[in-house]
Antibody, heavy 117, light 113 residues
Framework: QVQLVESGGGVVQPGRSLRLSCSAS????????MHWVRQAPGKGLEAVAFISYDGSRIYYGHSVKGRFTVSRDNSKKTLYLHVNGLRPEDTATYYC??????????WGQGTLVIVSS | DIVLTQSPDSLAVSLGERATINCKSSQSVLYNPNNKNYLVWYQQKPGQPPKLLIY???SRESGVPDRFSGSGSRTDFTLTISSLQAEDVAVYYCQQYYTNPSTFGGGTKVEIK
């Protein structure tokens, strides 16, 4: 079965950086695009980034463009999100999701990022 | 960006009764070449990630009970729970994937009356 396991979250000071990872199993990782979606505490869902199966197409949400970078290593079946210049409003659970025809058909459990001094 | 507006924000329904959630899009999400609406519905229970319920606006994901159904086209969509069960208490979100970045509705919280 599809499994997505995020890691790398934690408490970080404003302006600092983090690298989130998502380890995938149960499907042919290199055949599918992947997304990052975040959810601030008690709030709704926000699309953060998308990367195509081969990394040739990448999209970002407007609020993170220029600060976040999505990448993938198909040999390691791992998705990454490099988050720079963190702001308090970036505090959220970050979910890794598998793409199917544009939507998110499988979700990980998420990793919590708290931006606080 | 396409804005999705869900209504109501919350609703309380008696067990066994119908629950109806609406999602209105600021522009059409119908792709004419394949006549598909690029809209999905998710269910999120407390402490869990979202779970896919409906894709292409009306296609039920494998394993989803048939009391869940999706309808609508272009800009107006509905998720219906025909007979509410206790395990259906959750927040429901619509999402459009017609454009990048995709966008989500604000969510509708469903509770038992």
């Amino acid at each position: 079965q599809v499994q997505l396991v995020e890691s790398g979250g934690g408490v970080v000071q404003p302006g600092r950086s983090l690298r989130l990872s998502c380890s995938a199993s149960g499907f042919v990782f290199s055949d599918f695009g992947m997304h990052w979606v975040r959810q601030a505490p008690g709030k709704g869902l926000e699309a953060v980034a998308f990367i195509s199966y081969d990394g040739s197409r990448i999209y970002y949400g407007h609020s993170v463009k220029g600060r976040f970078t999505v990448s993938r290593d198909n040999s390691k079946k791992t998705l990454y999100l490099h988050v720079n210049g963190l702001r308090p409003e970036d505090t959220a659970t970050y979910y890794c999701t598998k793409d199917l025809r544009g939507y998110n058909d499988h979700w990980g459990q998420g990793t919590l990022v708290i931006v606080s001094s | 960006d396409i804005v999705l507006t869900q209504s109501p924000d919350s609703l309380a329904v008696s067990l066994g009764e119908r629950a109806t959630i609406n999602c209105k899009s600021s522009q059409s999400v119908l792709y004419n070449p394949n006549n598909k609406n690029y809209l999905v519905w998710y269910q999120q229970k407390p402490g869990q990630p979202p779970k896919l319920l409906i894709y292409w606006a009306s296609s039920r994901e494998s394993g989803v009970p048939d009391r869940f159904s999706g309808s609508g086209s272009r800009t107006d969509f509905t998720l219906t729970i025909s007979s509410l069960q206790a395990e259906d208490v959750a927040v429901y979100y619509c999402q459009q994937y017609y454009t990048n970045p995709s966008t989500f509705g604000g969510g509708t919280k469903v509770e038992i009356k």
